[in-house]
């Protein structure tokens, strides 16, 4: 079965370095998101892409970070400045289309900010 | 914009036993209704869905209700066993609007 693939599995980067996470969706997905998960709360939306634009971003989604697709098959996040609290599981998911197709979730990036 | 409450936050019930897990959400337009299972450690699974034009489902031992009136929805486990011990979230959202505002979570504990 396909999955979606993020790399790195873990990431430990200084305050105010950028980072990039990577994720490769599933081939025939059209909607691609990214969620973090501070260590032991809830999954938070941050942003969802489809067309090759932004369609909704969250509040977290501010101007530290951005999403780009720059090639047929990754998706990737990156963060310009990392802060402490930047430190969670981020999360890559994709689906197929918007209706009657389930969201198919990568196994994560840990960030870790020192 | 969508409110999303679940309850308990930790259910701990006897192996064998069935274990019940509610979801209120706030925006009347929700139209979809996932529960996800998240093991330590791991990814978010989805374990079954409903749409709002279906009052149940279910799926082995794993069962979703929901009441569209109310704007609450269940996920029901019976029979269960270790390994469906995890942190299990509600998700509802619209088509429209699928970026899926979660629940808090509810950690489920399976006692042998």
């Known amino acids: 079965e396909p999955e979606v693939t993020q790399t790195p599995s873990h990431q430990v980067t200084q305050m105010g370095q950028e980072v990039i996470l990577r994720c490769v969706p599933i081939?025939?997905?059209?909607?691609f998101y990214w969620y973090r998960q501070i260590l032991g709360q809830k999954v938070e939306f941050l942003v969802s892409f489809y067309n090759n634009e932004i369609s909704e971003k969250s509040e977290i989604f501010d101007d530290q970070f951005s999403v780009e697709r720059p090639d047929g098959s990754n998706f990737t996040l990156k963060i310009r400045s990392t802060k402490l609290e930047d430190s969670a599981m981020y999360f890559c998911?994709?689906?197929?289309?918007?209706?009657?197709?389930?969201?198919?979730f990568g196994n994560g990036t840990r960030l870790t900010v020192t | 914009g969508e409110n999303v409450e679940q309850h308990p936050s930790t259910l701990s019930v006897q192996e064998g036993d069935s274990a019940v897990i509610k979801c209120t959400y706030s925006?009347?337009?929700?139209?979809?209704f996932p529960w996800y299972k998240q093991e330590l450690g791991k990814r978010p699974q989805l374990i079954i869905d409903?749409?709002?034009n279906v009052g149940e489902k279910k799926d082995q031992r794993i069962a979703v209700t929901l009441n569209k009136t109310a704007k609450h929805f269940s996920l029901h486990i019976t029979e269960t066993q270790p390994e469906d011990s995890a942190v299990y979230f509600c998700a509802p959202s619209m088509d429209s609007n699928y970026q899926l505002i979660w629940g808090a979570g509810t950690k489920l504990i399976i006692k042998p």
């Open positions: 409903i749409r709002s």
């Open positions: 081939s025939n997905h059209l909607y």
């Open positions: 925006d009347s337009a929700s139209n979809y």
């Open positions: 998911a994709s689906h197929r289309d918007s209706y009657n197709s389930p969201l198919h």
